[in-house]
């Protein structure tokens, strides 16, 4: 008998083994880093959120001593969650799969257009047609309505992480 035979024997039934494990059982969701699902995921982003409300807007702010932007919010609470994200809301709307305003979960992202050619504002989505963001410059991360004529004129999509 050759080694070559005689090792595809041995390690032939293992591999088999090994490959039916790793395409065997799982959790339903999608793993993230640690082992967080998707649902706990989005929840944990919506507690962060809701946690910073009151904090100072800045601009290209990305951290509760500083204060937030945007974006800088989201890329926050998702880096607190354990999710890196991308740090303009261009790039966030980028890495999201698109959600209709009627298929948003809490922990979406909900992102506006103030200008005819580019989403220039994101802000986390918490349920019950409300959601967290920085506004701008001189106000404080708040919570606001999707149903406010304001925002709803200026909503673009949600968006779900990939």
Not at 101 to 126: A, C, E, M
Request: include cysteine.
């Amino acid at each position: 008998m050759s080694i070559i035979s005689s090792l595809s024997r041995v390690l032939l039934p293992g591999l088999l083994l090994l490959a039916g494990f790793m395409g065997g059982c799982s959790t339903p969701g999608r793993p993230y880093p640690g082992g967080v699902h998707e649902a706990q995921l989005h929840k944990e982003v919506v507690e962060i959120a809701r946690e910073l409300v009151g904090t100072p807007y800045h601009y290209g702010g990305r951290s509760p001593k500083t204060g937030f932007d945007c974006s800088g919010l989201v890329y926050y609470t998702h880096m607190q969650a354990g999710l890196e994200l991308p740090r303009t809301s261009l790039g966030q709307l980028r890495a999201t799969q698109p959600v209709s305003f009627s298929g948003l979960q809490p922990g979406d992202l909900v992102f506006f257009r103030f200008s005819r050619y580019k989403v220039s504002h994101v802000g986390i989505y918490i349920g019950h047609h409300r959601f967290v963001h920085a506004p701008s410059n001189g106000k404080e991360v708040t919570v606001d309505s999707l149903n406010d004529p304001y925002w709803r004129k200026r909503f673009v999509r949600g968006g779900r992480i990939l």
